[in-house]
């Protein structure tokens, strides 16, 4: 952590110097916003190497891109050639190589799936009373009702559609049981019973992580949440 917060200290210093020295000739005067957008630009396209998080890498450079395209004679490229450009590197980029796991990952895990194996590409619902449940859905709707006694831990992959997880009517045995959640250019929605203590670990990239209703935690029973959302939204609803 002191390394990372030396190099971030060290790299936004260096902006300042770049911001300045441009403004009194010494650079080419390329304009504050420009360069204030290039050092957050920059920070996020070397987190998302970091996390080997391809949209989140390839957007930030395609913007880049974007903002420096007269200098570089791309203007008949930008905004749209590159961005599509973008979204299908990072489409391909990622089904290549996937995502970063973060943490150790020291068990494989059996998953249990129900029916279809959990993967839809139209407009799915279905009953899973598993306690490790993995979810796949692309370009369509699938809907999830988590009804096991024993539920443990779940997966969820959102590409392109809409997913609704229902888990009222789940029961956690376990002290902890946790989501993995992988959203990409859609959105997850999440039913979560008010009572249990939530833990939310959840990243975004040119998303956004809403909450709705009132997480009471009065009971026993605790979740962790934890993985990223890519031009899409998480929803947690407290039911």
């Known amino acids: 952590m002191r390394g990372k917060n030396v190099f971030w200290g060290i790299f936004f210093i260096a902006m300042a110097v770049i911001v300045v020295a ?5 650079l080419p005067d390329v304009g504050v916003f420009s360069i204030l957008a290039s050092a957050v630009l920059v920070w996020v396209v070397v987190d998302g190497i970091r996390h080997r998080n391809f949209y989140e890498a390839i957007f930030a450079a395609a913007f880049l891109l974007i903002i420096y395209d007269e200098p570089l004679g791309i203007e008949g490229l930008t905004p749209w050639t590159v961005l599509v450009a973008a979204l299908l590197l990072s489409i391909g980029f990622s089904l290549l190589f996937g995502t970063k796991k973060k943490g150790k ?12 194996g959990g993967k ?20 369509g709707e699938t ?60 990243d975004h990239c040119f998303g956004s992580i809403n909450e709705y209703g009132m997480c009471l935690g009065t009971g026993s029973a605790a979740l962790r949440l934890h993985g990223e959302t890519n031009f899409g939204t998480i ?3 407290y039911v």
């Open 22 to 26: 441009s403004k009194i000739g010494i």
């Open 105 to 116: 990952q020291c068990i494989e895990i059996d998953w249990n799936l129900d029916g279809t």
């Open 120 to 139: 839809g590409t139209g407009s799915t619902s279905e009953q899973c009373s598993k306690s490790h449940i993995r979810c796949e859905n692309n370009f």
């Open 143 to 202: 809907i999830r009702y988590i009804n096991s006694d024993n539920f443990s831990k779940a997966r969820l992959e959102n590409n392109f559609g809409r997913m609704k997880i229902y888990f009222d009517n789940a029961i956690i045995q376990e002290e902890l049981a946790e989501v993995k959640i992988e959203n990409n250019f859609g959105s997850v929605m999440l039913f979560i019973p008010k009572e249990w203590k939530v833990q939310k670990e959840l």
């Open 235 to 237: 929803e947690i609803h």
